[in-house]
């Protein structure tokens, strides 16, 4: 699957880069050590960070465990054809050469994880069952639809832009579509074939002369030209079981396996699991808890690879990662000797607060991270293998910007570090135990980004691996049978998995919590239909196979905001239809709701909003509606032309312009409504978002509002209870009221969406209309401090990263208020952030801010001395005249926390309701913080206030809280100007009132501090 960003589908990081080299390296030169001047003893050396160098003769020797991570999703068939081609083109790419490619090392040992969902779409695509990319490539050019043809020029560019750059042909193709031109017959049977010849491996089609001939011609290629590209594409598919299961037999690689569908396993057994490393998840109104489920899901998978591969794998790798001690008897009472994870689960296992990283990224607690642990169950013991995030994530995601020696260099040079420091701890060459290092890598998803596909820094790595004397590649099976005393002891496995100490990227937000109560359901109606023997043993036991392919991980992965594929609407639409499947194979009806989009449909912005509570009264006079947030369907011709929304803090006030003679049903979602409901209400469209509210109108009856919306209610029913709300009719509109209690608590940065039925139609027909709700509390401000503009350059030298969601100004900081609102317990912080651009939100975080992360940091005292003098974690600054901040709050997209500093000069976080309120267009951002979540004492006329502003970044550099690298030169998505891996600040803007302090400071790594 192809993945933006992060390319992760599961557990790992990946590898790449370019050049080769045929230089011998066995290990890293070393100088001898210095004497003294008088005698023989050595004198000891001291590094940069003031450690002793540790000579070569003391360090240990390591033990290398890799894994490649090989998985795709169970894709839907659909008409007969799969509905996605990722399966059969990362076999052409990755699957089958990256076994090959041990074959050149024999002394290389690795291991392969390949998960059942992935062998058994391998096998059906060996059988003959074609993909839709490919369906519709087989079809002779004058035989395709209108849609067919569309559907190539808007697909067949699905490959990444460094391998459409090598065909000059390739690259006219993507101009023409990006500037809209036609695409003659030629023009496609030239795409269709430069697709599929890219997404084979470069050194295959080196090997293949008739491959090699039509990669030279370029173009002008015929139906028969086509066809021979995709025939080779499908004899290799049918080399990738065996080759595994070959080298397997040789015992050069060990072959691992998932639980059946790649499940999040503890989830499977217990979605209250989520709680513990993510206390304010929002979860299933029910929970969902099939025990039995997970255990089919271990034990089906190790059959399957038994029956492909023709042994039992000894060892897996959860989906995921995804361990809880709940769920370890279910491995050791299938045989499963060995389980492997991420450091994370580790770090909370031991409650060590994590694996902290010295300014060369080497874990200062080695002995702790590189060994295997044991873990006992009631039905034996399970060992487990914990992934180096630092180094899995360098090969993954930023070895592919390097010269491939270089890089492999790099990672040689890192190992060596873990050498001396484990030396440091007392484990050196003369200690009994061998120390290993393991890494697990996602083995498809990163070749593309590199130069020939990942080749040439494959080779360079594994020629150190296999002569470098210090190091020795292994297996985990071959180590725990090697060293059977050395692993470590776990008394319990928390539930975590391989890049984060909680789950909440499959569970925790609203869209995710719905398709767990779905699947919830569907899991009781076939539990019932077997029970009741409505369905036959035939029939419920195939759709177990369906329900078990619906509980695999991928489907809750692209739900909420934290991911995005590009596509999650096909994702969506792929986990109703296997629920839906469920059903059909049971001899059922498909409920409703399986053709209810979990995830909402765009939404539709307001024209115009001033941001401010607006109050209106219900008088046929709208003329009060005249600053609300206003909304215009007319370009779409819609029923309701025109939408204005007023808030306050007693009324929630609607003003409609447009046809609606015969009534009309509005419908509204709120954060905190009772209610929800994804249908009208009589079933006729689809809203798109989760209604809370239902307000039905008449002119006969006046408007009422009801909140007993639910799921699956027949439609007579209604309104059950209806309360009655102002409205007036005029010919200036339809104007309403609804009392704000009626609808749940509302707070500033809340978002309501709005829908209406007026009889065969919906306004807004593109989407349901969102709008803000405004600062309705109000708040007093304290301090107002100016920023001057066009300062968003760092310390002078630095430039946005060149992608165009980064528009020019959206860093640029003109101004900040800092005040207080409410009373008592209910009392607030207010500070609002005034930007020289719209606050734009291309990856849909949930309070509007994807582009910009602001730091607040606040020095009560003005001492020196007190307080925290660095900023929070990859700022690379601290606070200006030596004073330090007593709290700080870090304002983003999606992990918003108060951090306090603690007596040894640390910082703990909390999430302590930063609420976040995004006025869009007008580039505003304001953010509440309770006052008890700060320590007392804080006086905004007196504090010192600092605030940095930088570039969000979802995946960011170890050791850097979510913002963006800055880099020599400006790229897609890294700043250009500095150097931040080199000790640069990422700040891009800092509130300064005096024109060039900033630039002064920042380039000493300080942050201007704004006394009063």
């Given at each position: ?5 992060l390319?992760l ?11 080769t080299?045929t230089?011998?390296r066995?290990t ?11 005698g023989d003893e ?12 540790i ?6 020797d390591?033990?290398l ?5 090989q998985?795709?999703?169970l894709?839907?068939i659909?008409?007969g054809t ?5 399966v ?6 990755d699957?089958?050469?990256m076994?090959?490619?041990?074959e050149?090392?024999?002394?290389l040992?690795?291991t ?11 096998v059906?695509?060996?059988g ?7 369906a ?5 050019i004058e ?7 569309r559907?190539?020029?808007?697909r067949?560019f699905d ?8 065909s000059?042909r ?8 990006d500037?809209?031109g036609?695409?003659?017959d030629?023009d496609l049977?030239?795409l269709?074939?430069?697709?599929h ?8 089609v080196?090997a293949?002369p008739?491959?090699r001939?039509l990669?030279?011609d370029?173009?002008?290629f015929?139906?028969d030209d ?8 499908d004899r290799?598919?049918?080399?990738v079981?065996?080759?595994h299961?070959q ?7 060990e ?5 059946l569908?790649?499940?999040i396993?503890?989830?499977?057994a217990?979605?209250?699991l989520?709680?513990e490393?993510d206390?304010g ?12 489920d ?11 690879a038994?029956?492909l591969?023709g042994?039992?794998?000894n ?16 491995f050791?009472?299938n045989?499963?000797?060995w389980?492997a994870t991420g450091?994370?689960v ?10 902290a ?8 607690d ?5 060994r295997?642990?044991?873990?006992e169950?009631r039905e034996?013991e ?9 180094l899995s ?12 020696e270089?890089?492999?260099?790099d990672?040689m040079t890192?190992l060596d570090d873990i050498r ?6 007392g ?7 061998t ?9 498809e ?15 360079a790595?594994y ?5 470098t ?12 049978d090697a060293?059977p ?10 539930p ?11 569970i925790g937000?609203?869209?995710e ?7 919830r359901l569907?899991?009781l109606?076939l539990?019932?239909?077997?029970q009741?023997?409505t369905?036959?043993p035939?029939q ?12 695999g991980?991928d489907?809750?992965?692209w739900?909420?905001?934290?991911q995005?594929?590009g596509?999650?609407?096909?994702f969506?639409?792929?986990y109703r ?11 059922e009806?498909r409920p409703?709701w399986?053709?209810v989009?979990?995830i909402p ?5 307001p024209?115009s909003?001033?941001g ?6 219900i ?5 009060d509606?005249e600053?609300?947030?206003?909304f215009?369907f007319?370009?779409?011709n819609?029923v309701?032309s025109?939408l ?5 803090d007693d ?8 046809g609606y003679?015969?009534?009309m049903?509005v419908?509204?979602g ?9 249908t009208?209400i ?6 798109g ?7 039905r ?10 909140s ?5 209610s027949?439609?007579?029913?209604y309104p059950?209870?209806c309360e ?11 104007e ?5 209690s009626l ?12 829908r209406i ?17 405004p600062?309705?509390a ?24 060149t ?8 860093y640029?900081?003109?101004?900040v208020?800092?005040?207080?609102s ?13 930007f ?11 309070v ?15 001492a ?9 974690d990859?700022?690379?600054?601290e ?5 330090g901040?007593?709290?700080a ?5 999606w ?18 309701g ?9 580039g505003?951002?304001?953010v ?8 007392t004492?804080?006086?905004l006329?007196t504090?010192?206030?600092a605030v ?7 995946f960011?550099t170890?050791g850097?809280r979510?913002v ?6 400006a790229?897609?998505w890294k ?5 931040s ?11 300064y009132p ?7 400071d920042l380039a000493?790594n300080l942050?201007p501090?704004?006394?009063?």
């Amino acid at each position: 699957m192809i993945r933006r960003g992060l390319s992760l589908l599961v557990a790992v990081g990946l590898v790449g880069a370019a050049c080769t080299g045929t230089e011998d390296r066995t290990t890293r030169p070393t100088s001898p050590p210095p004497t003294a001047a008088g005698g023989d003893e050595p004198v000891d050396q001291i590094d940069a960070e003031g450690q002793r160098v540790i000579p070569e003769d003391e360090k240990p020797d390591l033990e290398l465990a890799l894994i490649w991570h090989q998985h795709q999703p169970l894709y839907p068939i659909i008409d007969g054809t799969v509905s996605r081609p990722w399966v059969r083109l990362h076999a052409s790419k990755d699957y089958l050469d990256m076994a090959a490619l041990v074959e050149e090392f024999p002394d290389l040992r690795l291991t392969f994880n390949l998960t059942p969902v992935l062998l058994d779409q391998l096998v059906a695509l060996a059988g003959g069952t074609d993909d839709i990319y490919e369906a519709i490539a087989r079809t002779p050019i004058e035989d395709l639809t209108p849609e067919q043809r569309r559907f190539m020029v808007d697909r067949f560019f699905d490959i990444n832009s460094r391998i459409i750059d090598r065909s000059g042909r390739f690259k006219d193709l993507r101009a023409r579509r990006d500037t809209g031109g036609g695409f003659t017959d030629q023009d496609l049977r030239d795409l269709r074939t430069l697709f599929h010849l890219g997404w084979i491996d470069p050194e295959i089609v080196d090997a293949d002369p008739d491959l090699r001939q039509l990669r030279a011609d370029d173009g002008g290629f015929t139906d028969d030209d086509t066809n021979l590209v995709l025939d080779a594409i499908d004899r290799l598919v049918s080399d990738v079981i065996p080759t595994h299961a070959q080298l397997w037999s040789n015992d050069q690689i060990e072959v691992i396996t998932t639980p059946l569908a790649h499940p999040i396993l503890p989830l499977i057994a217990d979605t209250d699991l989520a709680l513990e490393g993510d206390p304010g998840a929002i979860l299933p109104r029910e929970t969902f808890r099939e025990y039995g489920d997970a255990q089919l899901h271990v034990e089906r998978g190790l059959e399957r690879a038994t029956e492909l591969l023709g042994r039992t794998p000894n060892g897996m790798w959860p989906g995921e990662g995804a361990v809880a001690q709940a769920i370890m008897p279910i491995f050791a009472e299938n045989g499963v000797a060995w389980v492997a994870t991420g450091e994370d689960v580790l770090a909370q296992s031991l409650d060590n607060g994590g694996f902290a990283r010295d300014a060369r990224d080497t874990v200062i607690d080695a002995d702790t991270l590189y060994r295997p642990y044991q873990v006992e169950t009631r039905e034996g013991e399970v060992a487990l293998f914990f992934r180096d995030l630092r180094l899995s994530d360098l090969i993954g995601f930023e070895y592919s910007g390097m010269d491939a020696e270089a890089a492999a260099d790099d990672l040689m040079t890192r190992l060596d570090d873990i050498r001396s420091q484990l030396a440091r701890q007392g484990v050196d060459s003369d200690s009994d135990r061998t120390p290993l290092v393991t890494l697990v890598i996602d083995g498809e998803n990163a070749w593309e980004h590199y130069p020939n596909d990942g080749r040439d820094f494959l080779r360079a790595m594994y020629d150190r691996f296999t002569t470098t004397e210090w190091l020795t590649t292994t297996t985990p099976s071959a180590y725990l049978d090697a060293h059977p005393d050395d692993a470590g002891q776990l008394d319990e496995v928390f539930p975590a998995a391989w890049f984060s100490p909680n789950f909440a990227t499959w569970i925790g937000e609203q869209e995710e919590a719905r398709a767990w109560e779905l699947l919830r359901l569907t899991r009781l109606d076939l539990r019932t239909a077997e029970q009741r023997g409505t369905s036959t043993p035939d029939q419920v036991a195939a759709a177990t196979d369906v329900m078990l392919a619906a509980e695999g991980s991928d489907w809750f992965w692209w739900y909420g905001a934290d991911q995005d594929s590009g596509d999650d609407r096909y994702f969506d639409d792929a986990y109703r239809e296997l629920l839906g499947q469920v059903y059909d194979t049971l001899g059922e009806d498909r409920p409703r709701w399986t053709g209810v989009p979990i995830i909402p449909d765009p939404r539709v912005v307001p024209v115009s909003s001033t941001g401010e509570p607006v109050s209106v009264v219900i008088d046929g006079n709208p003329a009060d509606f005249e600053d609300a947030t206003t909304f215009d369907f007319t370009a779409d011709n819609d029923v309701i032309s025109t939408l204005a929304v007023a808030v306050d803090d007693d009324t929630l006030g609607l003003l409609f312009e447009g046809g609606y003679d015969d009534g009309m049903d509005v419908y509204l979602g709120t954060p905190r409504g009772t209610s929800r409901r994804g249908t009208t209400i009589d079933d006729r469209f689809v809203l798109g978002f989760d209604a809370s509210h239902l307000i039905r109108w008449s002119e006969d009856d006046g408007a009422c509002i009801s909140s007993t919306l639910a799921p699956e209610s027949v439609v007579d029913t209604y309104p059950r209870v209806c309360e009655s709300v102002p409205s007036a009719l005029s010919a200036a509109g339809l104007e309403m009221a609804i009392p704000t209690s009626l609808l749940g608590s509302l707070t500033a940065g809340d978002r309501l969406q709005v829908r209406i039925q007026t009889g065969s139609s919906l306004s807004p027909s593109a989407g349901p209309a969102e709008s803000s709700i405004p600062d309705i509390a109000g708040f007093e401000p304290v301090r107002e401090i100016a920023d001057p503009k066009n300062d968003d350059y760092g310390p002078g030298s630095y430039s946005y990263p060149t992608d165009p969601v980064f528009e020019l100004g959206s860093y640029d900081l003109l101004e900040v208020l800092a005040g207080e609102s409410g009373e008592g317990s209910d009392a607030d912080y207010v500070f609002s952030f005034l930007f020289d651009a719209p606050v734009l939100n291309p990856w849909s975080s949930p309070v509007g801010l994807s582009i910009q992360s602001i730091d607040v940091y606040l020095d009560y005292d003005g001492a020196d001395g007190t307080g925290r003098a660095e900023l929070l974690d990859g700022r690379n600054a601290e606070l200006s005249g030596g004073v330090g901040w007593e709290a700080a709050l870090a304002i983003e997209g999606w992990d918003r926390a108060v951090a306090i500093p603690n007596a040894d000069g640390s910082y703990a976080e909390n999430d302590a309701g930063l609420v976040v309120s995004v006025l869009a267009e007008r580039g505003l951002v304001t953010v509440r913080v309770p006052k008890t979540a700060l320590p007392t004492g804080l006086d905004l006329s007196t504090a010192g206030i600092a605030v940095a502003v930088m570039s969000q970044e979802s995946f960011p550099t170890a050791g850097a809280r979510r913002v963006r690298d800055v880099e020599p030169e400006a790229s897609q998505w890294k700043i250009g100007g500095g150097d931040s891996a080199a000790g640069d600040t990422r700040v891009l803007d800092a509130l300064y009132p005096d024109g060039g302090a900033q630039e002064a400071d920042l380039a000493r790594n300080l942050l201007p501090i704004n006394a009063p």
